[in-house]
Structures are given as C-alpha cells and as structure tokens.
C-alpha cells in the first residue's frame, strides 16, 4: 500500500494544481487489503484521477497480480502552499 500512495504521490506530480499552489495528501479513504500477498508475486499497481475540482482531486488507487484484485484505495488531494 506504501507504492501505492507513492505512485498516487506521483501522479500528483503530474495534475496541474491551482495557480501559485501545491497539491498535497490529504486523506487516504475505503483502503482494502483483499487477499495476501507470497513473497515474490509480482504486483501491478495502478493510480488514477477520479475527480477534479479547483481545490481537490479525488485518486483511484489498484493493486492487481495476474488473476486478483488485491488492494484498493482512494486518496484524496488538496491544495497547499507553495514553500
């Protein structure tokens, strides 16, 4: 779950915040760890923009091996200042 908030992280990065602003975490919402994981299965991780408005963008967070769902999230951005 940690990669998936980094990759969330990383996709914020990307969305283009407010003028003269920052996006920052701000709540991690519904995480679901649904099934476990043996050492060394190889993980698909997914991030995605589910909503955007001025102040906040809503992410979609997966993560998948070939044949389940394992994990799911949601996080939740919103703006800061900029240091």
């Not at 993980?43 to 394992?70: F, G």
């Amino acid at each position: 779950m940690h990669l998936n908030l980094q990759l969330g992280a990383a996709l914020a990065s990307e969305i283009a915040p407010p003028q003269g602003r920052r996006w920052v975490a701000g709540t991690v919402l519904d995480m679901k760890l649904r099934s476990f994981v043996l050492p060394g299965t190889t993980l698909r991780l997914e991030a995605r923009l589910k909503q955007r408005s001025h102040d906040s963008a809503s992410l979609a967070l997966e993560t998948r091996t070939s044949k389940e769902m394992i994990a799911t999230a949601g996080l939740v951005l919103k703006v800061g200042d900029v240091i």
